[in-house]
Antibody, heavy 117, light 108 residues
Framework: QVELQESGPGLVKPSETLSLTCTVS????????WSWIRQSPGKGLEWIGY???????NDNPSLQSRLTMSVDTSKNQFSLKLRSVTAADTAVYYC???????????WGRGILVTASS | EIVLTQSPGTLSLSPGERATLSCRASQSVTSSYLAWYQQKPGQAPRLLIYGASTRAPGIPDRFSGSGSGTDFTLTISRLEPEDFAVYYC?????????FGQGTKLEIK
C-alpha cells in the first residue's frame, strides 16, 4: 500500500515562496512519476505538474514561470516550490502518484496553504 | 489546453436510482486517457475509473465508465448512500493535464 504525506508551512506571506514536501512510503519510489494538484477553497481541482524520479518534469504552463519541482530518492520525497505567491495561490495542495496507467492512483490527504499577511 | 465540461453541475437522486454523469472535452482525448475521481468533503479524491472504462482496484462494479474521443460518461447503476459526493473527470493524455469542474451528486 502506497502512502503519501504532504508537509510544510500552512501560512505564506504574499510575494514569498510556498514550499511543500511529499513523503512516500510503501511501494516503489523509483520508476514512478509524482504529482502535485491543488484545490482552491470551494473550487475544483487544478493540475500543477509531475516529476519523474529521475528529475524530469512536466508542469502547467500557467504556473511554470514560478514553479520548481525536485525529487530526493534517498528520502523517498519530492518537493514543490512556488515563488511570488498571491492570495490566488491559497488552496489545499495534494501530492499523488501518477500510476502505471498514468492516472492518479494514490493521493495524500492534502495540506491547506494560505497566502496572507 | 483541453477543456473538460461536466454536466449536470448538480444531480439530485435517491438511493437505488441510476446516475449518469457526462464529461465533454474541447478536443479529442488521446488514447482515451480519461479518468473519473470521487471526492467526499474533507477528503482527497479517489480514483474510480481510468482509461475511460477500467475500474480501479477495489471499486464496486456498480460504477462504470464509457466513451471515447470527446464524450465520456460515468454511470452508477444503483446509488448507495456512500456514493453521494462530487465527481471529477480528468484527461491525462495531453499536457497540461486538466480536470472538469465537477458534478455534485446529492440526495434528493
Amino acid at each position: 500500500q502506497v502512502e503519501l504525506q504532504e508537509s510544510g508551512p500552512g501560512l505564506v506571506k504574499p510575494s514569498e515562496t510556498l514550499s511543500l514536501t511529499c513523503t512516500v512510503s510503501g511501494g516503489s519510489f523509483t520508476g514512478s512519476h509524482w504529482s502535485w494538484i491543488r484545490q482552491s477553497p470551494g473550487k475544483g481541482l487544478e493540475w500543477i505538474g509531475y516529476i519523474h524520479y529521475t528529475g524530469v518534469t512536466n508542469d502547467n504552463p500557467s504556473l511554470q514561470s514560478r514553479l520548481t519541482m525536485s525529487v530526493d530518492t534517498s528520502k523517498n520525497q519530492f518537493s514543490l516550490k512556488l515563488r511570488s505567491v498571491t492570495a490566488a495561490d491559497t488552496a489545499v495542495y495534494y501530492c499523488a502518484r501518477r500510476g502505471w496507467s498514468s492516472s492518479l492512483d494514490y493521493w495524500g490527504r492534502g495540506i491547506l496553504v494560505t497566502a496572507s499577511s | 489546453e483541453i477543456v473538460l465540461t461536466q454536466s449536470p453541475g448538480t444531480l439530485s437522486l435517491s438511493p437505488g436510482e441510476r446516475a449518469t454523469l457526462s464529461c465533454r472535452a474541447s478536443q479529442s482525448v488521446t488514447s482515451s486517457y480519461l479518468a473519473w475521481y470521487q471526492q467526499k468533503p474533507g477528503q482527497a479524491p479517489r480514483l474510480l475509473i481510468y482509461g475511460a472504462s477500467t475500474r480501479a482496484p477495489g471499486i464496486p462494479d456498480r460504477f462504470s465508465g464509457s466513451g471515447s474521443g470527446t464524450d465520456f460518461t460515468l454511470t452508477i447503476s444503483r446509488l448507495e448512500p456512500e456514493d453521494f459526493a462530487v465527481y471529477y473527470c480528468q484527461q491525462y493524455g495531453t499536457s497540461p493535464n486538466t480536470f472538469g469542474q465537477g458534478t455534485k451528486l446529492e440526495i434528493k
